[in-house]
């Protein structure tokens, strides 16, 4: 597996609104690395899904660069293709799970792996239509389409929002176990102690500025809640 780091250069992202531009990141830099599990942490509108729209390429910044393996994420995107979950899943209401994590496979040309979905509790569920899951299940669902094409790249939007504890372990576990094998894992989250618990490195984001790497002893809930304080302050 050739998993790409993710670079932000110097980004400035500026968006039109109404008559004039807001500032929604800042001379942002970021590096993240193949095998570890890193996490963007701040509050609503600090910029953390303005990050992972620039590495899915769905974003432009206005200023600075965005490179994955060294290639504009667009290009990467079209020649290596990435795991993507949104934090709202949208999945084909009529589908069985099954049926869906096997067109999955179909698309990326790659096996059909169950154990991935027993991995993330979901054996129960393989022949009951998305429309008929529970949130907890449809999210894992969503995880288990997006590792079908075995990615290098995953990137994750709040994975566990709003899941019970079991649930949320299990997501967690999952996404430490993707970044074992050695790809590239992105994600953003605001349950600070479960982060400072699963992450391997986490940056705070706050006011469009993304903070240094807290990783090691130093990634305490603590540490995190004073680092997203700062990173939001002016």
């Not at 963007?40 to 393996?69: E, Y």
């Not at 706050?206 to 305490?220: D, F, K, M, Q, Y």
Request: proline letters at 7%.
């Amino acid at each position: 597996m050739n998993a790409p780091d993710v670079v932000l250069e110097a980004v400035d992202v500026r968006l039109r609104r109404g008559f004039g531009r807001t500032t929604v990141l800042r001379t942002a830099h970021l590096k993240v690395d193949p095998g570890f599990l890193t996490v963007l942490v701040g509050s609503n509108g600090a910029g953390k899904t303005t990050v992972l729209r620039l590495v899915l390429g769905t974003a432009r910044p206005s200023a600075g660069r965005v490179r994955l393996g060294g290639l504009a994420p667009d290009r990467y995107r079209r020649l290596q293709g990435l795991g993507y979950v949104p934090e709202e899943p949208r999945l084909p209401a009529s589908w069985t799970v099954a049926e869906l994590l096997r067109y999955g496979s179909h698309l990326s040309r790659a096996p059909y792996r169950p154990d991935r979905a027993e991995e993330l509790g979901l054996a129960p569920w393989l022949g009951t239509r998305v429309e008929r899951l529970s949130r907890g299940a449809a999210r894992r669902v969503a995880l288990a389409w997006a590792l079908t094409g075995d990615p290098a790249l995953l990137v994750l939007d709040e994975p566990e929002g709003g899941l019970d504890p079991v649930v949320r372990t299990t997501v967690w576990t999952a996404l430490q176990r993707a970044a074992r094998e050695g790809r590239t894992v992105l994600l953003t989250s605001h349950d600070l102690p479960t982060v400072a618990d699963r992450a391997d490195r986490v940056h705070a984001v706050g006011e469009g500025r993304i903070g240094a790497a807290l990783s090691g002893p130093g990634l305490t809930a603590g540490a995190l809640e004073c680092a997203v304080r700062a990173a939001g302050a002016p």
